[in-house]
């Protein structure tokens, strides 16, 4: 497999589930993203690790978990969803540094009920 | 705080015709990058063109090309000769030059159909 690789694509939870969100990357990067794409809404920026170090955390609610056990893979924990937390999650992966382009994945759709 | 706007939510073409997607930013930086992003049904989004604020000339991708005035905080993206596999949401999006992380700021995004 090459590029950035999501699983699951789609995802519906209960409130009281706990699932988890992948994302594997086959490009020899070095730093990983979540994204959150809600309709009709910019992009928002979730997490940041950046040589397996978390280094952004925009004020994203503890319901969320993210884990970056190596350079290759960034998983995504969810825990205690609301509904508005339904939106499709992109991951993405780059280089620190160089020409700093980000390559996405495909994402996974979540719909929390 | 740097914003990014798309003041577009839909737009349409015919194939073999030209269109172009508006975006606007603001910022107080100076050295910064600016992107031009395509999301498709598939919803992987796709990079499609590049430009470096220190760089006076547009950047041009095959088909697509850019229309950057630095001044005007304007970077709007031309598609030429459209084709049908051009029809995707396009983002705009902005980042900070250095730093220590690749933070993009998104628009909102064009949706862009092309009709046959």
């Known amino acids: 497999e090459t590029g950035v690789t999501q699983t699951p694509r789609h995802l519906v939870m209960g409130m009281t589930n706990k699932k988890s969100l992948k994302c594997e990357q086959h490009l020899g990067h070095n730093a990983m993203y979540w994204y959150k794409q809600s309709a009709k809404k910019p992009l928002e920026l979730m997490f940041v690790y950046s040589l397996e170090e978390r280094v952004e955390n925009n004020s994203v609610p503890s319901r969320f978990s993210p884990e970056c056990p190596n350079s290759s893979h960034l998983f995504l924990h969810l825990h205690t969803l609301q509904p508005e937390d339904s939106a499709l999650y992109l991951c993405a992966s780059s280089q620190v540094t160089g020409t700093n382009v980000l390559t996405f994945g495909a994402g996974s759709r979540l719909t929390v009920l | 705080a740097q914003t990014v706007t798309q003041s577009q939510p839909e737009m349409s073409v015919q194939e073999a015709e030209t269109v172009t997607l508006s975006c606007t930013y603001d910022t107080s930086e100076s050295d910064y990058y600016l992107f031009w992003y395509k999301q498709p049904p598939s919803r992987q989004m796709i990079l499609v063109i590049r430009?470096?604020?220190?760089?006076?000339q547009n950047a041009t991708e095959n088909r697509f090309s850019v229309n950057f005035q630095k001044a005007a905080k304007s970077f709007s993206l031309k598609i030429s000769d459209s084709q049908l596999g051009d029809a995707a949401m396009y983002f705009c999006a902005y980042r900070l030059y250095g730093g220590a992380t690749n933070k993009l700021i998104f628009g909102t995004g064009t949706l862009l159909a092309v009709q046959p």
């Open positions: 430009q470096e604020a220190y760089k006076q």
